[in-house]
């Protein structure tokens, strides 16, 4: 059974940092890549960042990008979103995703992807 546990979030001031944890199982995490999304209070899903299987190559929303670094420990199955220079508007439930395919790595269509963790809320607020 394939399991994403997303831990790490939090209240945060404006400006702080967060470091999200994705914890994988049921499936081999190694040949998959994976991504970050997230939802915030009354919006649907938004893309946030992918990386490729190896973590290699990475890729990130605009909005994101120079703030947000995503890597993966393939040995301990675990996927990472270094956050930091938060901003309000960043506040969300954050998910981890996995693709349906392995080595799928591509722009976020949700089409491709079969799997996400229950969340983690990530508030940022002073």
């Known amino acids: 059974e394939v399991q994403l546990v997303e831990s790490g979030g939090g209240l945060v001031q404006p400006g702080g940092s967060l470091r999200l944890s994705c914890v994988a199982s049921g499936f081999t995490f190694s040949t998959y890549a994976m991504s970050w999304v997230r939802q915030a209070p009354g919006k649907g899903l938004e893309w946030v960042s992918t990386?490729?299987?190896?973590?290699?190559?990475?890729s990130y929303s605009a909005s994101m990008k120079g703030r947000f670094t995503i890597s993966r420990d393939n040995a301990n199955n675990t996927l990472y979103l270094q956050m930091n220079s938060l901003k309000p508007e960043d506040t969300a439930v954050y998910y981890c995703a996995k693709p349906t395919r392995p080595y799928y790595y591509s722009d976020y269509d949700v089409k491709e992807y079969d799997y996400w963790g229950q969340g983690t809320q990530v508030t940022v607020s002073s």
């Open positions: 990386i490729n299987t190896g973590g290699s190559s990475t």
